[in-house]
């Protein structure tokens, strides 16, 4: 059983479709990566998926549990934030607490959902999850102190520490300076040889054919193509995929 099985979602903003019924499954242990020109419906997929935007159609099942269906939305806010811890969501922009060191910035969601629980074990957890961003040193220091590079690798450490069923990334290297992109792509990799099952929305093109096992291209917001990540970036099979993927040479 894949643990997410995605079913004709489709999302309007006005009277403009943005999703026209995107459908995919998802494996535990595998990570995809999704492709496509600006506007093709990316971002607004991950947020239907964390439900910060509410699909209009479709369903979304997370490990076999239909999470959401669009012919009955939940609007209720304790379940939708329920719904949302099966998903972490690291941004383009790294979207940090400014106000708390990186280990406040990782631990705070923890602590608050614990209410008092287990504390210690999850300060000792975000210090792990620190730890394996190469972050051990910086725990306590504020974002205005830390790279973009670092910046963004709390919040891959803050997004896993409410360890969800499925990490997403929306294009977690584009708003970093070419030096700082290898550090962070690096840190995905490393998740990916774990087999942290994720979805990862992204325009570095060698690394979504090498790091992810499956590929999506989306285009007008509909999936155009799918299959084997390496498959479809080295030999597409649709001529608008390959049009997209030879500009991005030029
Ligand atoms: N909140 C919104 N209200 C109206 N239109 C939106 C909103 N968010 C996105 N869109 C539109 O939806 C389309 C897809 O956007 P987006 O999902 O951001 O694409 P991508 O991430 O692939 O660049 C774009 O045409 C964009 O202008
Ligand atoms: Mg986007």
């Not at 106000?99 to 910035?105: I, K, M, R, S, V």
């Not at 990916?192 to 590929?215: C, S, Y």
């Amino acid at each position: 059983m894949p643990i997410l099985e995605v079913r004709d979602l489709k999302k309007n903003f006005e009277n403009t479709q943005v999703l026209k019924g995107i459908s995919f499954d998802l494996e535990e242990g595998e990570a995809i990566s999704i492709i496509g020109s600006s506007g093709s419906g990316k971002t607004t997929l991950l947020r239907c998926l964390n439900f910060l935007e509410t699909a209009d159609e479709g369903t979304i099942t997370v490990r076999g549990k239909k999470l959401f269906d669009g012919a009955k939305p939940v609007t209720n806010q304790d379940e939708l934030r329920k719904m949302r811890l099966h998903f972490g969501l690291v941004f383009q922009q790294f979207n940090l607490f400014p106000q708390y060191t990186a280990l406040e910035n990782v631990t705070l969601a923890p602590l608050l959902a614990a209410e008092g629980g287990d504390k210690a074990g999850i300060i000792e957890n975000g210090k792990r999850l620190l730890d394996q961003m190469g972050l051990s040193d910086r725990m306590d220091n504020y974002p205005h102190q830390l790279s973009g590079g670092q910046q963004q690798r709390v919040a891959i450490a803050r997004a896993l520490a409410l360890k969800p069923d499925i990490l997403c990334f929306d294009e977690p290297t584009s708003a970093l300076d070419p030096e700082l992109t290898g550090e962070v792509l690096k840190v995905i990799r490393n998740l990916a040889e774990k087999k942290t099952t994720m979805i990862i929305v992204t325009h570095e093109m060698a690394f979504a054919r090498d790091v992810a096992d499956k590929a999506i291209f989306m285009d007008g917001g509909v999936i155009l193509e799918q299959g084997s990540a390496k498959e479809l970036i080295n030999n597409p099979k649709e001529e608008r995929t390959r049009q997209f993927l030879s500009g991005l040479a030029k």
